[in-house]
């Protein structure tokens, strides 16, 4: 019998992506064909804001919890590494998103005051519930997702147009859709360098699925 090649990590987890990931990717060109899109956009801005906020706490908790497991545990020790200076990567990137809906006319004050809806809480928190009550590597497939998809330069050209705003209220999207290739690339070589158990490989994927379907869910909330 012939040995087969263990498969990449990284390839693994997105083909289990693939099933969930046509219904988010298609929230942007419905965005821009909204006849109201001008509308619509500050409502995406605003939830964009809530899940990213809560991104940088989220990794550091899973950071902190790593820590403390990294001296049996060979996944934890390399997550705790890469969380470490992904989370300074990821600074103030909430704060972006103010500035951006400041230039639209919707003040910083407006924004914090606003509750988070519910979709966006259950998005983050189940990832609080794997990294606490599992393990912190679970936290990779809510990285994966929202760094392994970013818009492209195109398609937020053609969101600039069809709301009329000013090319500085499309900042942040434009920042990410430069820098997230690269980070996309990094979390692919962590996740194929990983001694993953098949466990920890599910709850990876698990992770991952649900925050497609949850963003997705988020994102269609504010294009009726």
Known sequence: MIARAPRAESGLLRRKLSVPLPALLGVAPR??????????YPDFLFTSHCIIRASVPL???????????????AVAAALAGYLEEHIAEEL???????DDLEVIGVP???????????SVAALVGAQYYWVIHYHPVAVLGY????EGYPPSLHLID?????????????????????????????????????????EQSAVIGLSGIHTVSALTRAYEEIIP
């Open 143 to 146: 990285i994966a997702v929202l």
């Open 158 to 198: 053609d969101l600039m147009a069809s709301t009329g705003y000013d090319a500085s209220a499309f900042r942040t999207l434009r920042i990410h859709a430069e820098l997230d290739p690269g980070h996309g690339a990094e979390l692919d070589e962590l996740l194929d360098s990983l001694p993953l158990t098949r």
């Open 92 to 98: 103030h990137h909430d704060e972006w998103l103010l």
């Open 31 to 40: 965005m821009i064909e909204h006849p109201r899109v001008a509308d619509v």
């Open 108 to 118: 910083r004050a407006r924004v914090l005051a606003r509750p988070p809806v519910p």
């Open 59 to 73: 990794m550091e908790t899973a950071r902190e919890r790593a820590e403390k497991m990294a001296e049996g545990d």
